[in-house]
């Protein structure tokens, strides 16, 4: 609220300088050396020197870029409001079976023709959005199945078990049509379980960019009510929050969150658990206001650096994208664990 | 004759359609601080579960400022009624001031922002309380008796004729208990609000009521505190128990 009285503006500006800087080096560093000079050449549209790197820079390492961006905000931003949501600090998109929910759908929709006999994905109607569609209606049943069990049972932690259940059960229905499934068609699904950046088309991220980016607007707009429900869900309907529909608008814009950007990049494990932790150790806040953008810029800094790491300059292997933020999130919860005993208040 | 802020016809309460109490009508007028007593399990809670809206009333009227209660929406009715639960708020990183300003956020904008009244009325809570000195401390640092105040406070904050407040002096040693108590009277007759809470000490609920409810085996008694002795409704408490009620020292002692 009084973002530029407290040092919450002088710290985000740091992280948006830094994601400035690894945006840059993201695209800098790749298999294929190009100066500097001539990517910002290309980037401003002044002078083409190769025509193949003006390929790789607009078709493949800027969208990438890009991408970590889209990635890390909206898991980030997901993870935070599943977390307040939950009242639960492990929460998050992998955890509560809405990445294996998102996971389900994509498995239909790649492999389906094996097992079903008949592919969504043969109608052309739906094959440009049906990716998407799938996964956002894998993630949105799962959140509706959770969200009925806070209903019911008043034990949030049952509700985060549940969750667990759901994704195992989900993960077992997509290793049967694994097991039933094409060659061809296993292979892509299992690379797209590794999570990659590096499939989304520029077109496609025309389509994903307003999308969430609205999305994410609409979680900041709706901070004031997400502090109100930090109180419990008692205190929050006596001081004026009408829960349901907060409830089922939280329950919205993470379905469309985790769902897009599961569908396009894979299911990408721990931003969503570790980034608000570390956006609330650094702003040492419980106001959303701040913790949204907070959490967009070191979602979108970690996901730039494990960008980074996947492809090493003058290496030709490219790393999967989920091994790399194991290892970077993994790490980071264990050290949170320790320093602070206190991990399970979300607030 | 004060006025009535709250009007209970013929109110049922209870969970599943089954009415654990006998009909409920009774009035409650600015400055006056009412308690609930009773027994564990006799419906204490499910009454101030019922008149803050978290519970469905079985049947019967309820009137806030003549206003009947399903014709209230959550947001108005939190700028009528403010309330005070049984469970632990658990939020980490969040001033005294800054969780006091709850209490103002149904008069905030969407931002929640706090104006220069709003922050006088956080101050006055404060101080009402007693609690100025608390206002920097992290909420999740203070002690049990401490965070009952501030919560309070934020209830005052939330400018309400009506404060509901279940069993707030569980949980706290006998100086933080009369402290409530005494603070809670001072809100009733300083700030004209209606305060209605359910406690266990009831020598003190006797001494400072204006009015005590009184609910016992499925039977609600509503009157002031000395025809509560009088009639003998306090004797009945502890009928088939090891406790008696001494009239004249106003204290509860062994049989």
């Keep these: 609220m009084n973002l530029l009285k407290s040092n919450h503006g002088f710290f985000l500006f740091l992280l948006l300088v830094l994601a400035t800087v690894l945006f840059f080096l993201d695209i800098l560093l790749g298999s294929v050396k190009i100066p500097l000079k001539s990517i910002f050449n290309i980037l401003t549209h002044t002078k083409i020197e190769k025509e193949s790197w003006e390929m790789i820079i607009l078709n493949n390492r800027l969208p990438k870029a890009i991408g970590a961006i889209v990635c890390g905000s909206a898991l980030s931003v997901s993870g935070l409001q599943m977390q307040t949501l939950f009242r639960n600090p492990l929460a998050g998109p992998y955890i509560l079976g809405i990445s294996s929910g998102a996971g389900l759908g994509v498995a239909i929709f790649i492999m389906g023709i094996s097992v079903f006999g008949f592919s969504v994905s043969a109608y052309s109607l739906l094959f ?26 008043k034990d949030i932690m049952t509700v985060l078990i549940l969750g667990v259940m759901l994704g195992s059960i989900f993960t077992s229905v997509i290793s049967v049509i694994q097991y039933f499934s094409f060659e061809n068609q296993l292979k892509s699904f299992i690379v797209w379980t590794m999570g990659s950046l590096n499939n989304v088309t520029s077109q496609q991220l025309y389509f994903v960019l307003p999308i969430i980016f609205a999305t ?36 919205i814009i993470t379905a469309i969150l985790s769902g897009i950007v599961t569908a396009y990049f894979g299911p990408i494990g721990f931003i969503g658990i570790v980034v608000p932790h570390i956006a609330r150790l650094i702003s040492k806040t419980s106001n959303h206001f701040i913790l949204v953008p907070y959490s967009i810029l070191v979602g979108t800094n970690i ?16 790393l999967p994208i989920n091994a790399i933020t194991s290892f970077i999130g993994i790490p ?16 | 004759m004060m006025e009535v802020v709250l009007k209970i016809e013929k109110l049922e309460v209870g969970y599943k359609n089954k009415a654990i109490l006998s009909p409920i009508t009774v009035n409650t007028h600015t400055n006056d ?23 469905k009333p079985i049947s019967g009227n309820i009137f806030i400022k003549n206003i009947h209660l399903d014709k209230i929406t959550d947001k108005q009715f939190s700028k009528l009624v403010s309330v005070v639960l049984t469970q632990k708020i658990n939020i980490n990183h969040t001033l005294v001031e800054d969780f006091i ?53 934020r209830a005052i904050a939330q400018e309400t004729p009506v404060i509901l407040l279940d069993e707030p002096t569980a949980h706290l040693d006998l100086a933080n208990n009369f402290e409530t108590f005494k603070l809670l009277k001072k809100i009733s007759k300083e700030c004209g609000k209606s305060v209605i809470f359910s406690t266990h000490h009831i020598e003190s609920a006797l001494q400072l009521a204006d009015q005590i409810w009184i609910v016992n085996n499925s039977n609600f008694y509503s009157n002031t505190p000395s025809n509560c002795i009088q009639s003998g409704e306090i004797d009945k408490l502890f009928t088939n128990t090891s406790v008696k009620y001494n009239r004249e020292k106003n204290l509860f002692e062994f049989d």
């Excluded at chain 1, 956002?136 to 209903?151: E, N, R």
């Excluded at chain 2, 204490?44 to 809206?53: A, D, E, G, R, V």
């Design chain 1, 216 to 251: 994410l607007i609409w979680s900041i707009v709706i901070s004031k009510q997400f502090n109100l429900y930090l109180l419990g869900e008692d205190y929050a309907r006596t001081l004026g929050l009408n829960v349901r529909n907060f409830q089922l608008q939280t329950v």
């Design chain 2, 101 to 153: 300003a709850f209490g103002r956020y149904p008069f905030t904008n969407w931002l929640g922002t706090i104006n220069e009244n709003d922050r006088i009325i956080i101050s006055e809570a404060m101080n009402l309380c007693g609690i100025s000195h608390l206002k920097g401390k992290n909420f999740n640092d203070l002690s049990d008796g401490e965070k009952q105040k501030v919560n309070i406070a």
């Design chain 1, 128 to 153: 440009n959005y049906g990716l998407l569609i799938c996964s956002f209606t894998g993630s949105f049943l799962v959140l509706m199945i959770l969200l009925s069990a806070i209903y019911r049972l």
């Design chain 1, 303 to 318: 996901l730039l650096f494990a960008d980074i790491l996947t492809s090493l300059p003058n290496s030709e292997t490219v």
């Design chain 2, 33 to 55: 601080m009412i308690c609930i007593v009773g027994r564990n399990g006799q419906g204490k809670s499910t009454i101030i579960k019922t008149l803050c809206k978290l519970l």
């Design chain 1, 332 to 347: 980071i919860i264990i050290w949170i664990l320790f320093r602070k005993a206190k991990i399970t208040n979300v607030g």
